[in-house]
C-alpha cells in the first residue's frame, strides 16, 4: 500500500511540473482613465492596486492610496525656481527617488514634505533618460554619452550616494547614439544582470552581470541610422528571455523592425512581426505571473498584446499612453500626456 502511494504522489508531482500556463487572449480592454492637471507622466511606481507613485514634468511628485479616488501632491522646486522635469522614478523599500532630464541633472530623495539632492550633474550634455533598483542598496540611472560612453551613475548604499562610472570602464558608443528619456523602461534587471538599451544612430544593448562593474555590448537588427529611431525599452523575463521595443518616434505608424527577442541573454536578438502590428511603442513588459508568455506594450497609438512571447500580437486599446507597471498579472498601471491609467486583466 504505501509503495502504491507513492507511485500515485509521484506521478501527481510529475504532472503537475509539466503543465504549462494557459494563455489568455484579450480582443479589448478598458482603462480607468484619471485626468492631471497639467503634466506630462512618462515615469511610476505601481505599489499595489490601490497605489501608485509617479513623477511628472513640472517637478510634480504625486500618490494615490485609494486606486485613483483621491491624490496627493508634492512639487518640487530647485533654487526656489526651477520645477525639475521629472521622467525617471525609482523606489526602495523606505524611499523615493526622482531624476530630472538636462542641465543641471538633479537626483532627489524625497519624502513628503521633504526632499534632499542625493546627486547633481552639470554639463552642456547632461540628460538622464531612466532609473531603477536592482534592491533595497543597488540602484542605477542611465543617460545620454558624455565623452564618448554611456552616462551611468550607480548607488550601493540605498541612495545615499551616487557616483557616474568612468568611461574607461564602459563601452564606446557611436556619434549619435543615446537612449530616450520616453517611458523609465530603457533599463531592465534580473537578479545581479543588468540591461541597458540605446537608439540614435546605433541601437544596441549594454549589460553588465555584476551589478554595474563590468560592462559589455551587443548588436541588434532594430531600426537605426537617425535620431529618433532605435530601442525604447526593454524588459527580461529571466536571465536569458528577453524582449525589446521601440521604432521611429517621428513615424508613429510604422511597424519596421521595432520589436525584437533574444533566447541568449541578450547576446543575439532576433525580429519579430517585422512589418506587422503594433507600431511604434515606448514601453514593454513581461505579464508577472504567465511564464514568460503575456506581454504588453503601449506607445501614444495604443496598447498591444502578445501571447507567445512577443511573437504575434494583437492591437487591444486605441488609448495612447508611455509607461506601463504591473502590479500582478491582472492589473496595471499606466501614464500619459496629462492622464494616469489603470488596466485590468481578467
Known amino acids: 500500500m504505501k509503495k502504491i502511494t507513492l507511485l500515485v504522489c509521484l506521478a501527481i508531482i510529475s504532472f503537475s511540473c509539466k503543465q504549462e500556463y494557459i494563455v489568455r487572449s484579450f480582443e479589448s480592454v478598458n482603462i480607468q482613465k484619471f485626468d492631471m492637471d497639467s503634466t506630462s507622466i512618462r515615469a511610476i511606481v505601481a505599489v499595489n492596486a490601490d497605489e501608485l507613485l509617479f513623477a511628472g514634468s513640472r517637478g ?22 526651477i520645477a525639475p522635469h521629472f521622467r525617471s522614478l525609482a523606489t526602495t523599500s523606505s524611499s523615493v527617488f526622482a531624476l530630472s532630464i538636462a542641465n543641471p541633472a538633479l ?15 552639470e554639463h552642456e550634455k547632461v540628460f538622464y533618460d531612466a532609473m531603477t533598483f536592482l534592491d533595497d542598496k543597488t540602484g542605477i540611472a542611465i543617460g545620454d554619452p558624455i565623452g564618448g560612453c554611456t552616462s551611468i551613475i550607480m548607488t550601493y548604499d540605498s541612495g545615499e550616494s551616487w557616483n557616474k562610472i568612468d568611461c574607461a570602464n564602459l563601452p564606446e558608443v557611436k556619434e549619435g547614439e543615446a537612449s530616450f528619456a520616453a517611458s523609465n523602461t530603457n533599463i531592465a534587471f534580473h537578479k545581479n544582470t543588468i540591461w541597458v538599451v540605446t537608439g540614435g544612430t546605433r541601437a544596441r544593448v549594454l549589460k553588465s552581470t555584476d551589478k554595474g562593474k563590468t560592462w559589455e555590448i551587443f548588436d541588434t537588427p532594430m531600426i537605426q541610422g537617425n535620431g529618433p529611431q532605435g530601442i525604447y525599452s526593454v524588459d527580461f523575463y529571466d536571465e536569458n528571455t528577453g524582449i525589446i521595443m521601440g521604432g521611429d518616434f517621428s513615424k508613429e505608424n510604422e511597424n519596421k523592425a521595432n520589436k525584437a527577442i533574444t533566447t541568449d541573454g541578450g547576446k543575439t536578438w532576433i525580429l519579430v512581426a517585422n512589418g506587422q502590428a503594433p507600431n511604434y511603442k515606448s514601453a514593454v513588459k513581461y505579464i508577472p505571473g504567465t511564464k514568460g508568455k503575456e506581454v504588453i506594450a503601449v506607445g501614444k497609438t495604443g496598447v498591444s498584446f ?5 511573437k504575434t500580437w494583437k492591437d487591444i486599446s486605441k488609448d495612447g499612453y508611455y509607461a506601463i507597471d504591473f502590479v500582478d498579472k491582472n492589473t496595471a498601471w499606466l501614464s500619459g500626456h496629462q492622464k494616469i491609467g489603470k488596466l485590468i486583466l481578467k
Not at 510634480?60 to 492610496?65: P, R, V, W
Not at 532627489?108 to 547633481?120: A, M, P
Not at 502578445?306 to 512577443?310: A, F, I, P, V
Open 60 to 81: 510634480d511628485i504625486g500618490l494615490t492610496e485609494d486606486g485613483g479616488k483621491t491624490w496627493n501632491f508634492e512639487f518640487v522646486k530647485y533654487q526656489d525656481s
Open 107 to 121: 537626483l532627489y530623495k524625497i519624502t513628503f514634505g521633504d526632499h534632499k539632492v542625493v546627486y547633481k550633474e
Open 306 to 310: 502578445s501571447n507567445d512571447g512577443g
